[in-house]
Every structure is written in C-alpha cells, then in structure tokens.
C-alpha cells in the first residue's frame, strides 16, 4: 500500500498548506487526499483551491465550499463564517467556482479499504461532527472499510473500534491490528481549534496513522486576513488555535 497524506480544512490558508505540503515533501509521502473545505474564512481561496487540484489525487467537498457556490443554504452559518464567506464567493473565479461544484461529498479507495468524508460517514450531507468516543460509536456502524478519516471539527481524533466493539481513543498515532477498525479525524491544516495553533493532518504508513503538526508564518497569513478586511475575530483566533 502507498504512504498516504490525508488533509481537511485549509480555510484558503496558503500559508498552512504550504507549511504541510512541504512536510508531505520531506516525509517521503506517495499520495495526498482532501478531506474538503479548501474555502471559508481565510484569504486566499483561488490559489489553495488550484494547489489541491494540481496536487491531491482524491478531494472532496466540505460545506464551506458548497456554501461559497450556492450548493447550499449558509442561513444556518454563524455570522462570521458567513461574511468570510460571502468575501470569498466574491472573489472566487469561474473556474474555481466550477471546481467547487464538481466535488463529491464522499469518496472510497477500495484497494486500501479506506472511506473517505468531510464530516460524518453518518448522512454525509448534514455534518455531524466527530469529536469524541461517543459520536465515533455511531460513526461506525455507517462505513464498511478499515478506515475511515475525515475532517470538520477542526480537531483530532484517533477512534479505534476493537475485535469485540469497545471504542478505544488514542492520542496521536496508532498502530493498527488485524481485528479493528479505525475513525480518523485528520484536524484541520488552516484553523486548527484543539489548542494548538499548528496546522494538523495525518500520515498513513503501513500499519500505523499518525497526527503530524506543522509550523507556519500565521502572521503572514493574518496580515492577509486584515487588507482583505476579514472578521477581527476570525484573524485572533489563528494565534491561539480557537
Ligand atoms: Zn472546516
């Protein structure tokens, strides 16, 4: 099986993305999937967009993207994310715009036996999210592969589903058995809400999945952020991973 980068949530971070591309680079890693949401409430839309296109060989759609091209209602959005987002359906080209439409919400690799989606294998179109043991539970039971990663809440999680079901938590990286199945949260690589301000994503290798955090220039990014006139609270929270 081909080592595996697998990213969500770059939020129109280049800065982030760059940081963790580079990082794939450097760890030797063969393929790149994303998870969804390459918009939202970061600066440069157009250009991350186009880098993932050039570079992962799976992406999704995340509800930010599908809310920047009108695929869906953002009325339910909080205010901030809607007016990051209304700036960036402004600014998107068509040719952005059309590589939003085209994504889909859910992807499978068979010979790897991975599922992939952006926020809950669970009514992939409502984003639950998964952020503990509990929702991971039920996550389960609605994927049939090994593995299964997403993204959405922006913080992660390893769930690994035992022989005899139990759900067991693990902190960063795990090394897979034969018996269970495992529930990845890859984090989020432009706004990360753990605590950490470290752009997250996690490498698959063999038998083991590990949660990596990279460093970027968040200043750069922030700077960005203020001349496009972005929400004040939206720059903040970079610095301190809210
Ligand atoms: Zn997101």
């Not at 939202?40 to 157009?46: A, E």
């Not at 570079?55 to 009325?75: E, P, Q």
């Not at 909080?78 to 040719?95: Q, V």
Request: one cysteine or more.
């Amino acid at each position: 099986m081909p080592s595996y980068a697998i990213i969500s949530d770059v939020h129109a971070n280049l800065e982030a993305l760059h940081a963790v591309l580079k990082d794939r680079e450097k760890e030797n890693i063969d393929e790149l999937l994303f998870l969804g949401d390459s918009v939202g409430y970061g600066p440069d839309p157009n250009l991350c967009i186009a880098m993932l296109h050039e570079r992962a060989g799976i992406l999704l759609a995340g509800n930010h993207d599908r809310g920047a091209v009108a695929l869906i209602d953002i009325s339910s959005f909080n205010p901030l994310a809607r007016a990051a987002l209304n700036w960036t359906s402004d600014i998107l080209t068509e040719k952005s715009k059309t590589l939003l439409q085209e994504l889909p919400l859910i992807a499978a690799v068979k010979k790897d036996n991975l599922f992939l989606v952006h926020a809950s294998p669970c009514e992939p179109g409502k984003w639950h999210y998964i952020t503990n043991e509990f929702n991971a539970f039920t996550a389960f039971r609605h994927f049939q592969e090994k593995i299964c990663f997403v993204g959405h809440a922006h913080r992660p999680l390893i769930a690994e589903q035992a022989g005899d079901g139990s759900i067991i938590i693990h902190q960063e990286r795990v090394i897979m058995n034969d018996r269970g199945r495992y529930l990845v949260n890859v984090g989020s690589v432009g706004q990360p809400r753990d605590g950490n301000r470290d752009a997250a994503y996690a490498i698959l290798r063999g038998n083991s999945i590990t949660i990596k955090r990279v460093s970027y220039d968040i200043v750069v990014t922030q700077k960005k952020m203020q001349k496009a006139g972005l929400p004040e609270y939206l720059i903040n929270r970079l610095a301190v991973g809210r």
